[in-house]
């Protein structure tokens, strides 16, 4: 479902943004308009498709990336999103999911990790607590303790469904997973969320060791 601004009038926080997903170019502007033009121009230029939805398909990516109350976004996903976590919360949820790994230590393939982080960063549920300043200890600590790593370890933050820092459970097998994880909230997480389709689908966790 295509997201569209609640009310157009009010100018979103952070302004017009979009980055387009074959150049990766960043735009910015004061009105939609003015920025749907802007990446209109740029793909035409470099002799990419021009959809005929580029408006809404604009107004949808900055609604995924604004306080979904401001949005049409439907209230399951809204009360995930505006969660607002603290650092104790996470930090438990982290400890919850470092024990059960620890019982066997193992992590699935650096290949799967990057595809897994690689689907939390474009999820709207990567998102900072409320008291995220803080969780840089706590994601460094996850990094020395598994001794694992992706490029994309920066731009990791909260799964705020799951309340884990994401740098952890992108490493950790189906099993690990299943050992912490409630299936009653299974479903709460996007149906695009890698851990959703493991467990719905049983898809290979490429687990290496
Ligand atoms: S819901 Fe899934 S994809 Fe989204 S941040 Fe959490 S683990 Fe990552």
Redesign the pocket.
């Given at each position: 479902m295509m997201l569209k601004f609640k009310d157009p009038r009010i100018t979103p926080p952070g302004g017009y943004i979009y980055q387009d997903p074959d150049t990766e170019q960043k735009f910015g502007a004061c009105y939609l308009k003015d920025l749907v033009e802007k990446v209109r121009v740029h793909r035409a230029s470099n002799e990419l498709e021009v959809p005929p939805n580029l408006p809404a398909i604009i107004e949808d990516y900055i609604c995924k990336r604004i306080p979904p109350s401001m949005t049409t976004e439907p209230a399951r996903e809204q009360d995930f999103r505006e969660r607002r976590l603290t650092l104790e919360t996470v930090r438990r949820g982290t400890q919850i999911a470092m024990k059960a790994w620890k019982r066997t230590g193992k992590t699935v393939s650096k290949k799967e990790a990057k595809r897994?982080a690689q689907?939390?960063l474009k999820?709207i549920?990567?998102t900072d607590s409320t008291a995220c300043a803080s969780c840089h200890g706590l994601k460094t600590g996850v990094r020395d303790t598994m001794g694992v790593k992706t490029d994309d370890d920066k731009a990791l933050k909260v799964?705020?469904?799951?309340a884990i820092m994401?740098v952890s459970?992108i490493h950790m097998t189906e099993k690990t997973l299943k050992a912490f994880t409630a299936p009653s909230i299974i479903d709460k997480?996007?149906e695009?969320?890698?851990?959703?389709i493991l467990f719905e689908e049983g898809v290979s966790d490429g687990t290496t060791n």
């Open positions: 897994r689907v939390c999820c549920f990567n799964c705020m469904v799951s994401n459970h997480h996007p695009s969320c890698w851990k959703r």
